[in-house]
C-alpha cells in the first residue's frame, strides 16, 4: 500500500461559513469537536475564523484571532494545527499557538511561514471572497491557476519554507466548469512537483453537477465530496480538505 493521503478536518469558528456557520462557533464547542475530529482520524485540523464563502464579508483581525487563538492552543498538543487565514497576524499568533501549517487562501503569507519556521498551503483565488465570482473569466483555466501557484510556491521556497503545498482552490473565483477542468487535469498541478491539496467538501458545484431534479443541500453532499477526493487521490493530491472525516479518512485509506 502507498503511504496515504492526508485527511485536513474542518473548523470552522464562525457564525457564517457555508456548511457549518454557527456550529462551533464557541471555544469549547470547537474544541470538542476538532477533538473528534481527531478521533475520527484528521492528521490535520484546520482552524479558520473567517469565512471565505462567495459573498462573505471580512472580520477585524482581533476577532479573528479571539476566534481561533484558544481553540489552537487546545488542540495543539493533540493533532497538528493549520491556520485558514488571509491575515499576517493571525498566521503569526496562531503559529505562536502551536499550529505549524498556514492555510492560506490568498497564497500571499509565505514570508510569515518563512519568519517562523512552518509549513505553508498556497491556494488559488482572485480578489476578495465577496466579489470574487465576478472574476471567474479564463482563457485556459488550468494553466493560469498551475503558473500562478507554482510561482508563489517558487517565490516561498526562495524565501526559506521547507513545507510548501499548492491547491487550486476549489470554488473561489471559478464556475462549476472551471472547477470540473481543474479536477480532471489535475496532474499538470501534480507535475508541478509541490505536493497537491484540494478541497471539494459539501461545495455547491457538487450540486449542480448533480443532474437530479432536486438539488442536494449544503450538509447532504457526503456523495459528491467523497468521489471527488477519490479521484483527486487517484490523479496523485496527497491532502484532501473535508468535513466528514470518518468517511474521508476510511475513502483516503481506501483510495490509497
Ligand atoms: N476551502 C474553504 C476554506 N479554506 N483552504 C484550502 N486550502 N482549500 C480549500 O478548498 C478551502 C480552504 C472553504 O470552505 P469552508 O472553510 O468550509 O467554508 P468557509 O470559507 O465559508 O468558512
Same mark, same amino acid.
Given at each position: 500500500m502507498g503511504v496515504p493521503a492526508l485527511v485536513m478536518g474542518v473548523l470552522n469558528v464562525t457564525? /457564517?461559513? =457555508? @456548511? /457549518? &456557520? &454557527?456550529?462551533? =462557533? &464557541?471555544t469549547d464547542t470547537a474544541v470538542a469537536h476538532g477533538l473528534q475530529l481527531v478521533a475520527e482520524g484528521a492528521d490535520v485540523v484546520d482552524v479558520g475564523g473567517e469565512s471565505t464563502r462567495p459573498g462573505a464579508q471580512p472580520v477585524s483581525d482581533v476577532e479573528e484571532r479571539r476566534r481561533v487563538i484558544p481553540v489552537i492552543e487546545a488542540l495543539a498538543p493533540h493533532v497538528r494545527v493549520s491556520v485558514d487565514t488571509r491575515k499576517p497576524a493571525v498566521a503569526a499568533a496562531a503559529v505562536a499557538a502551536g499550529a505549524t501549517l498556514v492555510n492560506d487562501v @490568498?497564497? @500571499?503569507l509565505w514570508e510569515v511561514a518563512a519568519a517562523t519556521g512552518v509549513g505553508w498551503v498556497a491556494m488559488h483565488m482572485r480578489g476578495e471572497p465577496a466579489t470574487m465570482q465576478s472574476e471567474a473569466r479564463y482563457g485556459d483555466v488550468v494553466t493560469e491557476v498551475r503558473d500562478v501557484l507554482v510561482d508563489r510556491a517558487r517565490r516561498a521556497r526562495d524565501a526559506g519554507v521547507e513545507e510548501v503545498w499548492v491547491d487550486p482552490g476549489i470554488g473561489f473565483a471559478k464556475t462549476a466548469a472551471h472547477n470540473l477542468s481543474l479536477l480532471r487535469h489535475l496532474r499538470e498541478l501534480v507535475a508541478s512537483g509541490f505536493p497537491v491539496m484540494v478541497g471539494t467538501s459539501r461545495k455547491s458545484f457538487l450540486a449542480q453537477v448533480h443532474g437530479s431534479v432536486v438539488s442536494p443541500p449544503v450538509d447532504d453532499r457526503l456523495e459528491g465530496s467523497l468521489a471527488t477526493a477519490a479521484w483527486a487521490i487517484t490523479q496523485g493530491a496527497t491532502m484532501v480538505r473535508a468535513h466528514d472525516v470518518a468517511a474521508t479518512a476510511q475513502l483516503v485509506r481506501l483510495a490509497s
Open positions: 457564525p /457564517d461559513s =457555508f @456548511s /457549518d &456557520g &454557527g456550529r462551533w =462557533f &464557541g @490568498s497564497a @500571499s
